[in-house]
């Protein structure tokens, strides 16, 4: 079965500081992989996806960026972080053929300070 | 207009009631519809698809009207447990697929 794993799970961060999130994902290959983030008590926003290694799409100017080094591996970073960069950061796979329904990672929660 | 709508609630029902939420989507190209939970705090997990004919999951009723591009969810017999965020989530075939998610209706189930 397919299995995403996420990390770090929560991290304090202060303003100007560099981050980076991984996510992995098991059991299947060439997935759709994305990132999210969601303000506190806001919806989902879409940050990247990526269909294959080295392709990453952007939906929003931001400072973030995101990269695919492996078939299932992708990385959220930032050189500088913003206050406003603080939420809770979900990475996401779907497969297309299965309705590209989209499985979610248990999160990581950024408090930016 | 948002690509999908939902009504935020809260929605606070007793144990035992049935309970509706209502989502509109605004490509009439979409073409396939979810709902998930999500739990506070937690990452949003599928709850179930939703097929034009209708679908059951034991307590869990999802229909779909696509002439009036609107899908809802009906729990019927509430528990404590399905307090919860519910997400309508709606693909959008273009090029690839666009996954469009509501921004949530929040269901307080109690005692």
Redesign the interface.
Known sequence: SQTIHQWPATLVQPVGSPLSLECTVEGTSNP?LYWYRQAAG???Q?LFYS?GIGQISSEVPQNLSASRPQDRQFILSSKKLLLSDSG?Y?CAW?V?GT?????????S?LTVV | RKEVEQDPGPFNVPEGATVAFNCTYSNSAS??F?WYRQDC??????LM?VYSSGNEDGRFTAQLNRASQYISLLIRDSKLSDSATY?C?V?QATG??K?I????TRLFVKA
């Open positions: 759709n806001r919806g989902l879409l269909v809770f979900l779907s297309l309705l590209n329904t989209i499985y979610f990672g248990e999160g929660w | 073409q396939s979810f705090r937690k990452e949003p997990k599928l698809s997400l989530v693909n690839g697929f996954t998610f509501g921004a949530g």
